[in-house]
């Protein structure tokens, strides 16, 4: 194998402790826009995220920020709280070691170019040699396209590339289907079908992998 994509959340770091803080305050200034109760905001709100969901608007807040005329942008957001990003403390020692091992090592995510700045904040960016959004081919996970254009920015084949992320759907299915080996990061210990070529519960699980398929 000669190079190693991953997800971002959910696998390398959470911005759930971010997202808790601020939809209290989306729900509170949507309730005063609207002139309805704060539950009846939160349900109005949380219904559009779910019928987007899968879409290519979904994976950006902005987008729903904008739909309803919130005055919020997530990367103020990110800027204003850095410490509500968590980075999972498996992240940075695997990351060292395949670098060390001489793996190339990239990104594939859905999200728009805020995801970037979401990785320099926690200091990530560093080790990656290729970072490829959504904005890079106008299309998200599982779309084969997001796939093979992070395999041409690399220069390796997508048979000699390894897709590491926790979404079934996106980050495995869509790995498999242009023929990347894919591990499923299962984190919190889901019980759900499983194709993947490998399940882990920690990313230091990755060096056993690596190693079996020298």
């Known amino acids: 194998m000669e190079a190693i994509f991953f997800d971002i959340d959910e696998t390398l770091l959470s ?16 309730s005063k826009k609207l002139g309805i109760s704060r539950g ?30 919130l ?28 670098k060390e091992e001489g793996y190339k090592l990239g ?7 805020y995801q970037k700045l979401k990785l320099r904040i926690v200091k990530l960016d560093k080790y990656f040699d290729v970072i490829v959004t959504r904005e890079d081919v ?13 395999c041409e920015k690399l220069n390796v084949d997508p048979e000699r590339a390894i897709m590491v992320g926790d979404n079934l759907h996106q980050d495995v299915y869509g790995a498999k289907n ?3 080996l ?9 019980e759900d079908y499983n194709f ?6 920690s990313l230091h699980q990755l060096r056993k992998i690596l190693g079996g398929l020298r």
Request: hydrophobic share 40%.
């Open 15 to 30: 911005e759930k402790p971010l997202v808790m803080l601020f939809l209290p305050q989306v729900y509170e200034r949507l």
């Open 40 to 69: 009846d905001a939160r349900l109005k709100f949380l219904r559009e995220l779910s019928e987007k969901r899968g879409t290519y608007e979904w994976h950006d807040w902005n987008f729903f920020f904008e739909s309803f005329g």
């Open 71 to 98: 005055n919020f942008k997530y990367e103020e957001l990110l800027r204003a709280y850095p410490h509500k990003i968590c980075v999972f403390p498996d992240v940075k020692p695997t990351l060292e070691w395949l």
């Open 107 to 113: 990104v594939i995510t859905s999200g728009p170019e």
């Open 138 to 150: 106008k299309t998200v996970k599982p779309d084969p396209k997001i796939f093979l254009y992070a």
């Open 178 to 180: 242009v023929g990347m």
């Open 182 to 190: 894919a591990v499923w990061i299962n984190r919190d210990e889901s």
């Open 196 to 201: 993947a070529d490998f399940e882990i519960r």
